[in-house]
């Protein structure tokens, strides 16, 4: 019964775009403990003091979900047709192009759990879609759907790193998947490339340093000692993704959804310093650059600009 309830989520997760699916047990996250714990004695959190919360329920599933036996961890690609990233222009994080993925997945997740209910039967859970305390790219990681790069993003061997995770925790046991190993190798070229020094260590993140947390979290003044390290983005940084060779097997997503306004790509740094509400408002109705308001983003452009 269990190979038969897995093949029928796995076939499901097909059906409605997910790129991978794969499982795990529903169990306390051992060795991500001492991980998170250092990682927040270091401060690396900047001001995000949310991820000081809730420690307990970020390592244990069972605390979110009773009875929770499995996680059912899925990939959906977000990698643009069109990079609109121009040299010498302002950039903005490809994540970001289309409507907010929040929106998008999380419809996905409701119709993925209606439709197991329908097929097996009751089966109790919930949906998380980077909105709660769950360590999704270490449940990822646990079920074989890649293995964590240096620049702490989970790394697929088929399709790089440009998509977003999702997952599912239910009371239903299941087969479960592998972790793969580690295919970063010698390769530093994240490390390398980061301007504001965030990757410190292999696999650690300064997120304080991070060009995304200081666009996007930080909601106070932008550190002056980041100056002139941009690099043009105004919200959110692909630079360590752009530079990992596992990226050159990107492939464009099929979610229209997800494809930006026609009038985004034309936008030169002139019209990003004259941005008003109504042409904020008509690129980013739905996405989330609504994250950081016209005054987060005209912050960014004028930190930039200066």
Not at 143 to 167: D, P, Q, T, V, Y
Not at 260 to 273: I, S, V
Request: with cysteine.
């Amino acid at each position: 019964m269990k190979q038969h309830h897995t093949s029928i989520i796995k076939a499901t997760a097909t059906e409605l775009g997910f790129s991978f699916c794969g499982i795990s047990k529903a169990e306390f996250l051992e060795e991500e403990a001492s991980r998170l714990e250092e990682w927040l004695n270091r401060s690396y959190q900047g001001k995000m003091t949310y991820l000081e919360n809730h420690f307990d329920k970020r390592l244990d599933p069972t605390l979110l979900v009773p009875g929770a036996k499995s996680v059912i961890s899925l990939v959906y690609n977000y990698y643009p047709e069109r990079d609109l990233a121009q040299p010498g222009e302002l950039k903005i994080a490809k994540y970001a192009y289309g409507e907010d993925y929040h929106f998008v997945i999380k419809e996905k997740l409701k119709t993925f759990l209606q439709q197991i209910q329908g097929k097996i039967g009751e089966v109790n859970g919930r949906a998380f879609v980077d909105s709660a305390p769950v360590m999704e790219r270490a449940w990822a990681k646990r079920s074989g759907l890649g293995w964590i790069g240096k620049n702490s993003l989970l790394l697929n061997r088929e399709m790089g790193s440009f998509f977003f995770l999702a997952e599912l925790i239910v009371d239903l046991e299941l087969d479960y998947d592998h972790p793969i190993k580690d295919y970063c190798g010698t390769c530093t070229a994240c490390m390398d490339a980061c301007p504001t020094e965030a990757i410190p260590e292999p696999y650690v993140v300064d997120g304080s340093k991070c060009i995304s947390y200081l666009t996007i979290e930080l909601k106070e003044e932008i550190p002056s000692d980041v100056k002139g390290k941009f690099e043009n983005w105004i919200f959110g940084c692909d630079i360590c993704q752009d530079v990992c060779p596992w990226n050159s097997f990107s492939k464009p997503h099929r979610e229209k959804r997800f494809d930006p306004h026609p009038d985004l790509a034309g936008m030169t740094t002139q019209d990003w310093r004259e941005i008003t509400d109504d042409v904020f408002e008509k690129l980013f109705r739905k996405s989330a650059v609504k994250r950081t308001k016209l005054d987060g983003l005209k912050r960014n452009i004028a930190f930039i600009s200066e």
